[in-house]
């Protein structure tokens, strides 16, 4: 049984930094592709960043040069580091893997930008 909980999120201005965090219980090995992914008021989930076990990662263009996915395998934790916020990067955070496993979504964070 896997579980994904997210934390992290908040209420930020324009231009600042936030670090969400997803701790992972259950048997996520080291080398599943780990994701993030957003959903924003009345639009669909969205893809955000994935990080392989190989240590390959990818962006959605929206967030290129501004976030940075990585993983600490010891303590079974992925983060999402994110720079220079805009008030569109406002949603509802969300860890799983790439592809998503429905079973797997957790409550997600909420990161508030605000202008």
């Known amino acids: 049984q896997v579980q994904l909980v997210e934390s992290g999120g908040g209420l930020v201005q324009a231009g600042g930094s936030l670090r969400l965090s997803c701790a992972a219980s259950?048997?996520?090995?080291?080398?599943?592709?780990m994701a993030w992914y957003r959903q924003a008021p009345g639009k669909q989930r969205e893809f955000v960043a994935y990080l392989a076990g190989s240590g390959r990662t990818n962006y959605a263009e929206s967030v290129k040069g501004r976030f940075t996915i990585s993983r600490d395998n010891a303590k079974n934790m992925v983060y999402l580091q994110m720079n220079s916020l805009k008030p569109e990067d406002t949603a509802v955070y969300y860890c799983?893997?790439?592809?998503?496993?429905?079973?797997?979504w957790g409550q997600g964070t909420q990161v508030t930008v605000s202008s």
């Open positions: 259950g048997s996520i090995l080291s080398t599943n592709t």
């Open positions: 799983n893997l790439l592809p998503p496993n429905d079973r797997y």
